[in-house]
């Protein structure tokens, strides 16, 4: 019985996975301009729960900085966009999200716990007045306009950033360096006693997950064409990552996609449909699901396969 | 050959000398018991040794070789390996997970996973706990867990071994399966420094005795040496 059933998660899994990619890799043959839209929103959720989960999942250390790489990724698309194709942009903007994030690492990821989260949330507020004060008394302007690219382009672009960053999350996952990541999130100086060098894991880790972050600001940059200090560094890009990651549940692969997808899916329709009180029913849901999920939606799953199959034994 | 060697290691905490000009070595292939009162600063001790604390002023050597101001992870993969006072396991990895990272980077040369697999398997075996493999370390009691963090330890293949109160804490059937395992280990060819207050166990294993207290060591010798000696004595019991 038992080998039935991981013979056909062997097939179904990969299977569903491979029917959702090709789905989504010809989305603009069959879709209105709306969906494209609405799904590269998903996507970019995506992209910045599961690169938030790649280092603060296993090491339970909780990061505020995605808004910082994101409004990196966001100015080097204004800065640079009109000058260069956009494959470098995207890519600059990845790099430069890269050596902040070692540079951040380095300098503080020997604090632990809720300093490292304040300082990490510090860091967005900094860049940000430090660009705002910079953009008034240099440029004179505060804002920028960025080069205006085609959706369907636009969409396809987060994809590709989305396959490959789910590709380097699953393989970090896998391997030894998610095991280290893992020990280091139980007991950090057990770990060093083990040989893991701790710093250096931690620190590229963190800088490896702020590239794809960096890389979906460059691209996000070019649809809302006019950008400022404070839509680029919008803390709100900092917190959506962890309730994202929250509410999917960060126990397996797939929550924090799940949890991403839906949750973005969700704000949309409720931005939509229900403006008045969006906010107030976005936080309802919030509060429910911490309260009776604190696995999240993979916590919810594995609770009702395990009635299901609890039952079925129950029977015979 | 000496192993081990600590010279003037000294370590203050604000104003207090927590280890204080304190030279010691250790032998290869030797069993070194360390022992002393509550806050004598043995844990301290394993600390400076292990890189968790850098001595200031003084100097630790492992095989001669200068490992002052060395990382932890440095020093473990050189051939020092450690087990803590308070367990350390990593709670919620299945038992074989906790040994396997020992394995995979404790070492200073790489290692293919299916070797890791099958050396953490043996170790698991070793230690006796290839029956619970899979469980969530949080799960086990207190003596297999410690037996995880001796296997984790021996997994980095270590040249010695510190142990910081492995038996404490256990009933006496688990002190006695402590003490096979420990002269199991030396058997090995492993050099085993041990922190214990476990008298009759440090009292049989050990070829020498060293006893801090307050930071400073006050005896060293044979156990025989040790039992009698007027200073011990009386630092355990008054005078």
Request: aromatic share 10%; with cysteine; net charge positive.
């Amino acid at each position: 019985m038992n080998i039935t059933r991981v013979d056909l998660k062997k097939v179904w899994v990969p299977g569903l996975l491979l029917i959702i990619l090709v789905l989504l890799a010809t989305l603009s043959l069959y879709a209105s301009a709306y969906t494209v839209i609405l799904l590269t929103s998903i996507l970019m959720y995506i992209v910045l729960t599961v690169s938030w989960v790649i280092f603060s999942g296993p090491t339970g250390y909780i990061s505020l900085a995605p808004a910082a790489f994101f409004g990196v990724g966001i100015y080097t698309s204004a800065i640079l966009g009109k000058e260069l194709p956009l494959p470098i942009v995207i890519f600059i903007g990845g790099l430069a999200s890269f050596c902040l994030a070692l540079l951040v690492g380095a300098l503080t990821l020997r604090l632990r716990g809720i300093y490292f989260a304040i300082f990490t949330f510090g860091l967005v507020e900094l860049i940000k007045h430090l660009l705002l004060w910079y953009e008034i008394n240099m440029t004179g302007t505060r804002g920028r306009f960025v080069i205006v690219v085609d959706n369907n382009t636009i969409y396809y672009v987060m994809f590709i950033i989305l396959v490959i960053l789910l590709l380097t999350a699953y393989f970090i996952r896998r391997s030894k360096f998610g095991l280290a990541l893992r020990s280091i999130g139980e007991y950090e100086d057990a770990a060093a006693h083990t040989g893991v060098n701790v710093n250096a894991l931690k620190t590229i880790t963190f800088a490896v997950s702020a590239v794809f972050v960096g890389a979906a600001g460059a691209i996000m940059a070019t649809r809302w064409t006019y950008i400022d200090p404070y839509i680029a560094f919008n803390p709100l890009f900092s917190f959506m990552p962890v309730l994202m990651a929250i509410f999917g549940g960060m126990g397996q692969f797939y929550g924090p996609i799940l949890g991403a997808a839906i949750f973005a899916y969700l704000e949309e329709i409720l931005l939509t449909k229900f403006p008045y009180y969006y906010m107030l029913i976005f936080g309802t849901i919030l509060v429910v699901t911490i309260l009776y999920l604190p696995e999240g939606l993979v916590g919810l799953v594995q609770k009702l396969r395990r009635r299901i199959s609890g039952g079925k034994r129950a029977h015979t | 050959m000496r192993i081990l060697e600590g010279e003037g290691v000294t370590k203050y905490f604000g104003g207090l000398a927590a280890v204080s000009n304190v030279d010691f070595n250790v032998d290869q292939g030797e069993v070194v018991g360390l022992i002393g009162p509550n806050g004598a600063g043995k844990t301290t001790l394993f600390n400076l040794i292990s890189g968790a604390l850098v001595p200031k002023p003084g100097a630790t050597k492992f095989k001669g070789e200068n490992i002052t101001g060395l990382k932890p992870h440095q020093i473990c993969k050189m051939g020092v390996a450690r087990t803590f006072q308070s367990v350390k396991v990593f709670a919620n990895m299945p038992v074989l997970e906790n040994v396997l990272l020992g394995s995979l980077f404790g070492t200073s040369n790489s290692v293919s996973s299916a070797d890791a697999a099958r050396e953490a398997t043996g170790l698991l075996e070793f230690v006796g706990l290839s029956a619970v493999r899979a469980t969530p370390a949080k799960d086990l009691t207190l003596a297999n867990q410690k037996r995880l963090e001796v296997a984790r330890a021996l997994a980095t293949k270590p040249e010695i071994l510190l142990l910081d109160e492995l038996m404490a804490g256990l009933n006496p059937t688990e002190v006695a399966q402590a003490m096979e395992l420990v002269t199991r280990i030396r058997d090995k060819g492993i050099t085993i420094f041990m922190i214990e207050h476990v008298m009759k166990a440090i009292m049989s294993i050990c070829d020498r005795i060293i006893v801090l207290h307050h930071g400073k060591k006050i005896a060293e010798g044979t156990p025989q040496e040790i039992a009698v000696s007027r200073t011990v004595i009386e630092v355990y019991l008054g005078e």
